[in-house]
């Protein structure tokens, strides 16, 4: 029988959310909706000196932003809880012990103080086949001084002990055939003087206790693969093995090296889905979200770093993805992020977008640039007008605030050199012209209109035009500017620019 889909998105909390973890439980999520399966989220908190407050709290919060909650999680108890590590600390011990007694493990004795002084000695050391033979350890020492250290509490850790001159096959869903030298391979700790187990025993003893049919992660955790499955092996569930799939990188813009938070810091772009606080410097880290990302937007470039259905189509709601998404589909080569790229998905989502659903962040936004109050209606038809010019939610305030407030300062130099005493009698007569209930193109027409009575053109007033009611050279078509303004408030506007351009 087939194997039901049951997919996990496990990140440790150490941090901010990197894009490259949101798209690693992006497509395990796609994986998992269109297989019908289960998508998990399991906090691998077992490195304590890596664990930061807050952390776990700041990915749900991530995960829900982009519309792929779990089905399974800390929040979200399902039948194979608990879901962070930490806390199912009891149950590892025995595979340590079983993969000692079977001889695929051992303990080892070596102080810290030992280990660092042999990294001293030998800068390339390995814990492994060449050197485990002179080291403090259950291979080295008898059985029954073994035995009084364990019996004395003396401090240990349980090691895998790396076959020799054995090639670890397996196949990758994205690489196909993939094979590791074991000679190359280092003796891993797989349980921790604090009886903690690593993240290598963990993740393994996991993915099997939580039933989990494929593996979707990072191509940066493929070298630790031979070590999965060899633990897979030696603890006698080869044939439970879920599928591996490792994700191509998301490379830096120049293609070199994989995409780091700093480069983002450097470069001037995100690289954390949220903002991140960190609680330990008070550091803020820039996210996606609060730049003013629509998640449809994020989670649609995410996608494409990566794969592709094929076709030429860029824009896949989730819904699409769901359908389309195809482990064939993605590329072995890693993915050069491109932030330009990244806004042009965003700008394609928002101009495209109803106004009524981004309209309650937008809202936010120009409350919290100051305005006092931004009527719902009113502000639909502001977004309706001018979204084909944002390419970030943010863009809003500056591209809509003069709806709300009449422009403070007008951009003179583009008015002044020109400005004439016929043309302040153009505008005095306008504004008997202004009536509320005229369609733009009707308010267009009268204006036209007066021009010709007027002895101008057109063309030598619409620029001062908008200047009255904008302030800056900018926005969309100045009558339909005019007309959502109102006629009592573009003729307040009229009159009290003409003050400034006189
Ligand atoms: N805890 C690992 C991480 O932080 C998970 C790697 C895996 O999916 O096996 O990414």
Not at 302 to 317: K, R, S, V
Request: hydrophobic share 40%; aromatic share 12%; proline share 5%.
């Amino acid at each position: 029988m087939e194997k039901k889909v049951r997919v996990r998105f496990a990140p440790s909390p150490t941090g901010g959310l990197h894009l490259g973890g949101v798209r690693t439980a992006l497509f395990n999520y796609l994986f998992a909706k269109q297989h019908g399966g289960t998508f998990v989220l399991r906090v691998e908190d077992t490195d304590q000196t890596r664990f930061v407050a807050g952390a776990e709290e700041y990915i749900v919060s991530c995960l829900e932003w982009c519309g792929m909650s779990p089905d399974e999680s800390p929040q979200k108890e399902g039948a194979f809880g608990p879901y962070r590590q930490s806390e199912r600390k009891a149950s590892y011990k025995q595979y340590a012990d079983q993969l000692i007694a079977d001889g695929y493990a051992y303990y080892a004795f070596d102080t810290p103080e030992e280990l660092d002084a042999k990294r001293k000695e030998f800068p390339n050391f390995l814990y492994g086949q060449s050197t485990r033979m002179q080291m403090r350890n259950s291979l080295t020492l008898p059985a029954d001084e073994v035995e009084a250290l364990l019996e004395k509490r003396t401090p240990f850790v349980v090691r895998i002990k790396m076959p020799e001159n054995e090639q670890v096959s397996f196949i990758d869903l994205i690489r196909g055939h993939v094979s590791f030298d074991t000679n190359l391979v280092d003796d891993k700790v797989l349980l921790k003087a604090d009886g903690m187990p690593t993240y290598h025993l963990a993740v393994v003893a996991d993915d099997k206790a939580m039933e989990i049919s494929h593996i979707f992660r990072g191509e940066e955790w493929l070298p630790s693969a031979p070590i999965h499955i060899l633990l897979w092996r030696y603890l006698g569930w080869e044939d439970e093995m879920p599928q591996w799939v490792h994700l191509p990188l998301i490379l830096k813009p120049d293609g070199n090296g994989k995409l780091s938070k700093r480069d983002g810091d450097r470069l001037g772009f995100p690289v954390y889905a949220q903002n991140w606080t960190d609680p330990k410097t008070g550091d803020l880290t820039a996210g996606f979200k609060e730049l003013g990302f629509m998640p449809e937007a994020f989670v649609n470039l995410l996608a494409m770093l990566g794969w592709n259905d094929g076709t030429d189509q860029e824009i896949f709601t989730m819904d699409e993805l769901i359908e389309k998404f195809s482990v064939e589909r993605i590329s072995k080569a890693g993915a050069k992020f491109d932030f330009e790229k990244a806004k042009w998905y965003n700008h394609e989502w928002i101009k495209h977008a109803e106004a009524k659903k981004i309209a309650p962040v937008i809202k936010n936004e120009l409350l919290k640039s100051g305005l006092a109050s931004v009527e719902d209606l009113y502000l639909d038809k502001v977004i309706d007008l001018v979204k084909d010019r944002c390419h970030l939610l943010t863009d809003f305030i500056t591209q809509s605030r003069y709806f709300f407030v009449s422009p403070e300062t007008y951009d003179l130099a583009a008015v002044k050199p020109k400005w004439t005493v016929e043309k302040g009698a153009f505008f005095e007569a306008f504004m008997a012209v202004l009536k509320d209930g005229l369609s733009a193109v009707e308010l267009e027409e009268e204006f036209k209109a007066l021009t010709v009575t007027h002895n101008l053109k057109p063309g030598e007033l619409m620029l001062p035009f908008r200047i009255m009611l904008v302030g800056g050279k900018f926005g969309p078509g100045v009558f339909d500017i005019a007309v959502l303004l109102g006629a009592s408030e573009t003729a307040d506007r009229i009159r009290k620019a003409l003050l400034a351009f006189n």
